[in-house]
């Protein structure tokens, strides 16, 4: 990825009020990964006092949403395939990291893993996305039309 489209996109995850009221934080995107974190509080407790689902599911999807965009295209999820292996604890930090497993011109494959600060599994997932011929439209790239 070069480095405007990456530039791009660090700015526009900076302003997305989702991530941001989440406490969802872009760390790291590079070429072979993107890196997010967030540390649940009491708020994103379940009933159980751990980490509500929904709260790991975002910082997954997080991680997916910046990885699979990074190419310039509109990216979007088709399909999430989520296993949760060990509940999250609240004030812990937990770290997503999204990986490419494939990539086509219509569709890819993504691997995410959640792990808290104890190098502890949280959660994984496989998420397929499918691909818009358009661009992202902070690219500053005209797009093809869409059919």
């Known amino acids: 990825m070069d480095q ?3 530039s791009s996109i ?3 995850v900076k302003g997305e ?7 969802l934080n872009l760390i790291e995107l590079s ?9 649940p509080m009491n708020d994103d407790a379940n ?7 929904g709260a790991v599911f975002s910082l997954m999807d997080e991680a997916f949403q910046v990885f699979c965009n990074s190419h310039g295209r509109v990216a979007v999820a088709l399909n999430v395939n989520v296993v949760f ?14 990986k490419e497993i494939s990539l086509s011109n219509k569709t890819a494959t993504y691997e995410i893993k959640v792990m808290d600060d104890n190098d ?9 996305a499918y691909r818009k011929r358009e661009k992202l439209p902070f690219s500053g790239e005209r ?3 869409t059919i």
């Open 4 to 6: 405007k489209m990456r």
């Open 10 to 12: 660090i700015e526009n």
């Open 17 to 23: 009020g989702y991530a941001g009221k989440s406490g």
């Open 31 to 39: 070429d072979d990964h993107a890196i997010v974190e967030m540390v």
């Open 47 to 53: 009933i159980f006092g751990t980490v509500h689902g």
């Open 85 to 98: 292996h060990n509940p999250a604890k609240t004030g812990c930090r937990l770290r997503a990291e999204s």
């Open 120 to 128: 502890i599994l949280i959660a994984s997932c496989q998420v397929l």
């Open 143 to 145: 797009s093809e039309p």
